[in-house]
């Protein structure tokens, strides 16, 4: 086990990446011609820190507006790092079994999932201190956050997505879903939230009516476990951990539009809507694909720490930030503007 906190969610992750070493060739070799198409590319984005953080981290999130970056770690804390300094500034105990987190830039406000107590904490960025814990369903696993509407979704794997109110702190509703879900992302701009279930569907929820539009089939086995989306191109990013790939989804149809090879186990998925490049965590490859949104091509792959696992932006700073649980660290992309 790598983790010294390892629920039936964690497991069931793990064993059905383990067997993905078989597709590696294949994939790779497909991949290939995309991952060379730019030296400059690859030139223009660099690990340019690596940061300590606690032990095993796992989830991340970014606030912009403050360029602070929040770390779940599996000792049941969050390390919060400054995006100025690329230091440590605090660490804030959570609940059992951290994992999914997620930040609200409007109010300053991050929510972090325990999966061992199925509880939300939700912290004060201003502070640095949980001011209210949120009871959920069973295993809460991924989290996302409207900004505009001040509520907060939070995907649990006992097949439910509780929806909160980021005003009252209180669940206002409890979506049914498919088998399993895992990844969440919301679109401000259309109010749309979308889940990555284990059942290989992506749910689409209209957060007005707070119930399921669209059902999105996925390939068999894609094993979906990161969802991002660039809300300036409503477009939605799906990681196929099963296969290996990106599954890019048009908003607009509700339609998967294109498939890009990637690395080997891709878990994690983050988008930056102002330059529209996309960031995947690949798992078993130690390494990012970087994607143009423009093309849904593969323009640079950077190595970062061992196991990398979670992922998160700041198109501001045009930078991005990935979670190494082996490493203990973060690794801080950045990319140089043209």
Known sequence: MRFTQRTAILVSISVATAGLASAATATAASAAPARSTSHAAAAAIRVTATIPVGSNPLGIAANPRTKTVYVTNAVNKVSVISGRTNTVVATVPVGFGALGIAANPRTNTIYVGNEGTNTVSVISGRTNTVTATITVSSFPFGIAANPRTNTIYVANFADTVSVISGRTNTVTATIPLGSGPLGIAANPRTNTIYVGNDSNIVSVISGRTNTVTATILLPMSSNPL?????????????????????????????????????????????????????????????TVSVISGRTNTVVATVPVGSFPNGVAANPQANTAYVTNTDDNTVSVLTSRRR
């Open 226 to 286: 990161g969802v991002a989306v660039n809300p300036r191109t409503n477009t939605i990013y799906v990681t196929n951990a099963g296969l290996n790939t990106l599954s890019v989804i048009s908003g607009r149809t509700n339609t998967m539009v294109a498939t890009v090879p990637v690395g080997i186990a891709p878990v994690a998925v983050a988008a930056n809507p102002l330059t529209d490049t996309i960031y995947v965590v690949n798992r078993s490859s130690d």
